[in-house]
């Protein structure tokens, strides 16, 4: 016997979880907290599909917790769920209005579900992300120095600096040590640095942000990275192609890998260099060219090929 699916919506908030389970019918409201979110989650089974939108650390117990439960969910975009209540017609905006409106969205859309959480990889992604803040609070950190009108305060921010830099390394050597722990993860690492421009950080946001790849075709491991161009064409206007939503920490590590395989690799310099003469400006051509890494990365980890096994056109 088949047990149908039954959706459940959940708008997420600092403090409260709004939830609509279509099983119960009726909003709830529970605490954004551990014992309150194990206590709902128990309730569910494997024939129900939770959607809530993505809200950074506000939602990380109940990922935890629907994880550990074996429960599949769907993490959304915010502006799709808006948009998916636009289109319905639904223009209050309260949260148990929201929860309900994610219920019907996800039973009418079908959202993919998030892979199966990986402990390492997690891990990983918290120090990719404290190490991303850490270099920006260094940049600013120089920006102020430079521009410091008192040799004191200069070195007074010069201190903080060293301090940042030491920090840094730490964190650095903390994600080497992590990878290499972990052998599917240093397998994957392998894999990913055989390839022309990606280094050191660009492989570790991809191990971290993108456990999708190998999994699925070029053309969503794009969308998914905001690497996909979009047609912006209506009646007669055509208007120039553009890539938008996805990952920007993702494309933000694949555009810096293009800037080094155009120095580097002669296939994708030369097809950098194709692009610049058509007459595409720099920044499409890079941008092209990080699309193309990606393709060539989702093939490789799909056939666990490094690249200069895989050489593709």
């Given amino acids: 016997m088949i047990i149908p699916l039954r959706y459940v919506g959940i708008d997420v908030s600092k403090q409260y979880l709004d939830i609509f389970d279509e099983g119960v019918g009726v909003p709830e409201r529970i605490a954004n907290a551990t014992q309150a979110i194990t206590q709902i989650v128990a309730r569910w089974r494997c024939d129900v599909r939770v959607v809530f939108e993505a809200t950074g650390v506000y939602d990380l117990e109940l990922r935890?917790?629907?994880?550990e439960?074996?429960?599949?969910?769907?993490?959304?975009?915010?502006?799709?769920?808006?948009?998916f209540a636009r289109a319905s017609g639904q223009l209050a905006k309260t949260d148990p209005i929201d929860a309900r409106m994610l219920a019907a969205f996800a039973r009418a859309m079908q959202p993919a579900t998030e892979p199966a959480a990986n402990p390492a990889r997690n891990a990983l992604a918290r120090l990719a992300k404290r190490r991303d803040q850490l270099v920006l609070m260094r940049a600013q950190e120089k920006n102020r120095r430079s521009e410091?009108?008192?040799r004191g305060m200069a070195d007074r921010i010069g201190r903080h600096i060293e301090v940042l830099d030491e920090e840094i390394a730490e964190i650095e050597v903390d994600i080497k040590a992590l990878i290499k722990a972990e052998p599917e993860i240093a397998d994957d690492a392998r894999l990913m640095r055989s390839l022309p421009g990606v280094g050191p950080v660009a492989c570790m946001q991809l191990i971290a942000q993108m456990p999708e790849l190998g999994q699925v075709g070029p053309k969503q491991v794009a969308?998914?990275?905001?690497?996909?161009?979009?047609?912006?064409?209506?009646?007669?206007?055509?208007?120039?192609?553009?890539?938008?939503?996805?990952?920007?920490?993702?494309?933000?590590?694949?555009?810096?890998?293009?800037l080094n395989a155009v120095?580097?690799?002669?296939?994708?310099?030369?097809?950098?260099?194709?692009?610049?003469?058509?007459?595409?400006?720099?920044?499409?051509?890079l941008i092209a060219v990080a699309r193309k890494l990606l393709t060539v990365l989702n093939a490789m980890m799909r056939d666990r090929k490094p690249y200069l096994q895989t050489r593709p056109t």
């Fill in 263 to 285: 120095r580097r690799a002669d296939p994708f310099k030369a097809f950098y260099a194709r692009l610049r003469q058509a007459g595409k400006p720099a920044k499409l051509a």
């Fill in 64 to 67: 935890e917790a629907l994880s």
């Fill in 148 to 150: 410091a009108d008192d």
């Fill in 223 to 258: 969308a998914l990275a905001g690497l996909a161009p979009f047609n912006v064409d209506s009646g007669a206007f055509r208007g120039k192609r553009k890539i938008a939503g996805g990952r920007k920490r993702v494309r933000d590590a694949l555009y810096m890998a293009a």
């Fill in 69 to 83: 439960a074996g429960i599949r969910f769907a993490r959304i975009n915010p502006a799709r769920a808006r948009d």
